[in-house]
T-cell receptor, first 114, second 112 residues
Framework: DAGVTQSPTHLIKTRGQHVTLRCSPI?????VSWYQQVLGQGPQFIFQ???????GRGNFPDRFSARQFPNYSSELNVNALLLGDSALYLC?????????????FGDGTRLSIL | EDQVTQSPEALRLQEGESSSLNCSYT??????LFWYRQDPGKGPEFLFT???AGEEKEKERLKATLTKKESFLHITAPKPEDSATYLC?????????????FGKGITLSVRP
């Protein structure tokens, strides 16, 4: 069975640009969460979507936005990129919205800002 | 605010040398504590979920335990392929989301 898939795997942008990252969850999973992982740190929660509705937002500026589509795939958008946005962006999916099922992660998109 | 502290930051073991990784946590109410393994350039791979103090779970050379304040990941007779970063995360009760709060991780190196 396919796991969580993310695209692209690597991306290079310059300051001020915007970026869209994509995620396809495991088949049957309805919840998608996004995390940012800076080198040497653990992942930090950005958003969770369940059944196309936002269920949680972490401490990130409004430059970050996301959405979930009817097929449960998701996009993360970041506007006005800053050097500090350079990180590994991880998508995780789970069956439900609560904590009864573990979240399964993709291999991420490595975003570099020049 | 939920907090997770992992120690040590890095651990070097000889193959076969058993040890434990520590995860201390502060959370308003614990819904679950999760252990993940992360290899370089990869996403975290789920290992265990623990829900209540006293609970233990095992998988091959790994055993995870939970108390009211901390969790341990015990590695018995490790092999070089166990080398990775081990992440601990907590999920709090309440709310409509499944946000995970992670520690910084412990980088384990096992020498042959």
């Amino acid at each position: 069975d396919a796991g969580v898939t993310q695209s692209p795997t690597h991306l290079i942008k310059t300051r001020g640009q915007h970026v869209t990252l994509r995620c396809s969850p495991i088949s049957g999973h309805k919840s998608v969460s996004w995390y940012q992982q800076v080198l040497g740190q653990g992942p930090q929660f950005i958003f969770q979507y369940y059944e196309k509705e936002e269920r949680g937002r972490g401490n990130f500026p409004d430059r970050f936005s996301a959405r979930q589509f009817p097929n449960y795939s998701s996009e993360l958008n970041v506007n006005a990129l800053l050097l500090g946005d350079s990180a590994l962006y991880l998508c995780a999916s789970s069956l439900g919205s609560g904590g009864d099922q573990p979240q399964h992660f993709g291999d991420g998109t490595r975003l570099s800002i020049l | 605010e939920d907090q997770v502290t992992q120690s040590p930051e890095a651990l070097r073991l000889q193959e076969g040398e058993s040890s434990s990784l520590n995860c201390s946590y502060t959370v308003s109410g614990l819904r679950g504590l999760f252990w993940y393994r992360q290899d370089p350039g990869k996403g975290p791979e789920f290992l265990f979920t623990l829900y209540s103090a006293g609970e233990e779970k095992e998988k091959e050379r790994l055993k995870a335990t939970l108390t009211k304040k901390e969790s341990f990941l015990h590695i018995t007779a490790p092999k070089p392929e166990d080398s990775a970063t081990y992440l601990c995360a907590v999920q709090a009760v309440g709310g409509a989301n499944s946000k995970l709060t992670f520690g910084k991780g412990i980088t384990l190196s096992v020498r042959p």
